[in-house]
Nanobody, 126 residues
Framework: QVQLVESGGGLVQPGGSLRLSCEAS????????IGWFREAPGKEREAVSC????????YYTEDVKGRFTISRDNAKNTVYLQMNSLTPEDTATYYC???????????????????WGQGTQVTVSS
């Protein structure tokens, strides 16, 4: 059974850090492009970051560049999103998604991903 499970969310003060994890089961994550998306109340789900199956390409949306870092540990079948200098605008439910790699890039649109986790809540508040 293909499954993605996110963890690591929580409540953090502005300026703080969190590391989200996305663990896969039922398939080998190394062969897939992985995306992190977020959805805030009243807003559409948006791409935050992605990493290609070859790790040769990474993407960050403009407002997280320099603050977030995506990485993978193939031995643990897990992808991470390190989030630093968090602001209240980062508050959202964060989802990871997987897509079988088809190019040297990773997709940044919701409809391009076939597998999704259940989400983990990130709240940035003082």
């Amino acid at each position: 059974q293909v499954q993605l499970v996110e963890s690591g969310g929580g409540l953090v003060q502005p300026g703080g850090s969190l590391r989200l994890s996305c663990e896969a089961s039922g398939f080998t994550l190394a062969y897939y492009d992985i995306g992190w998306f977020r959805e805030a109340p009243g807003k559409e789900r948006e791409a935050v970051s992605c990493i290609s199956d070859s790790d040769g390409f990474t993407y960050y949306t403009e407002d997280v560049k320099g603050r977030f870092t995506i990485s993978r540990d193939n031995a643990k079948n897990t992808v991470y999103l390190q989030m630093n200098s968090l602001t209240p605008e980062d508050t959202a439910t964060y989802y990871c998604a997987a897509d079988r790699g088809a190019s040297s890039y990773c997709p940044t649109y919701v409809h391009e991903y076939g597998y999704w986790g259940q989400g983990t809540q990130v709240t940035v508040s003082s």
